[in-house]
């Protein structure tokens, strides 16, 4: 069965420091999307960034980085340089090629510390 | 242009009475999603439209139930409240489910209250 596990219920991190989040993930399937929201405390979910199952370079958008190891079946988001606003909660999704299925985490929440 | 839209932000009912929530998504998506989220909790998966048809539904009762308007708009009912559908009701469009493009793009919610 696909599933989505983030074994992180709750970080801290100073500010301007880097911080990495959990993301570990099981399917069968060959081709497959991995993907990270922010959800702040206003509710709306925020897509930060992808990672396709056959991409090999690792995604990056801005501060925020996808360590993907295909092997390990991980897919841990590093957000380089912490800001305040940058405290929220985190979900880690997976979605299968070829269906509708879009499997979440229960979620880390990030606290950044100034 | 415009993202993902729900309305109403918040609605506070009763127990018995039943909720409509609606949601428009990015122009050109087809596809709907509504997922249910509980204070502290994950996403749970409710329904997903795709061309004026409910295409699945996850594990809640019939009185969770919705429609896709030819415009690709959406409404969930609830009905017959229940203390516990208190939740945050997120509404997402994809381009193309399944793909390489077809991250999910999400509303602010409707936050439901049942007293």
């Known amino acids: 069965a696909q599933k989505i596990t983030q074994t992180q219920p709750g970080m801290f991190v100073q500010e301007k420091e880097a911080v990495t989040l959990d993301c570990t993930y099981d399917t069968s399937d060959q081709s497959y999307g991995l993907f990270w929201y922010k959800q702040p405390s206003s509710g709306e979910m925020i897509f930060l960034i992808y990672q396709g199952s056959y991409d090999e370079q690792n995604a990056t958008e801005g501060r925020y980085s996808l360590n993907f190891q295909k092997a390990r079946k991980s897919a841990n988001l590093v957000i380089s340089a912490s800001q305040l606003g940058d405290s929220a909660m985190y979900f880690c999704a997976m979605s299968i090629s070829g269906t509708y299925k879009y499997i979440f985490g229960t979620g880390t929440r990030l606290k950044v510390l100034a | 242009e415009a993202g993902v839209t729900q309305s109403p932000t918040h609605l506070i009912k009763t127990r018995g009475q039943q909720a409509t929530l609606r949601c428009s998504p990015i122009s050109g998506h087809t596809s709907v999603y509504w997922y249910q989220q509980a204070l502290g909790l994950g996403l749970q998966f409710l329904l997903w439209y795709d061309e004026g048809e409910e295409r699945n539904r996850g594990n809640f009762p019939p009185r969770f139930s919705g429609r896709q308007f030819p415009n690709y708009s959406s409404e969930l009912n609830v009905n017959a409240l229940e203390l516990e559908d208190s939740a945050l009701y997120l509404c997402?469009?994809?381009?193309?489910?399944?793909?390489?493009?077809?991250?999910?793009?999400f509303g602010e919610g409707s936050r439901l209250t049942v007293l």
């Open positions: 997402a469009s994809s381009l193309d489910p399944g793909t390489s493009v077809g991250e999910l793009f």
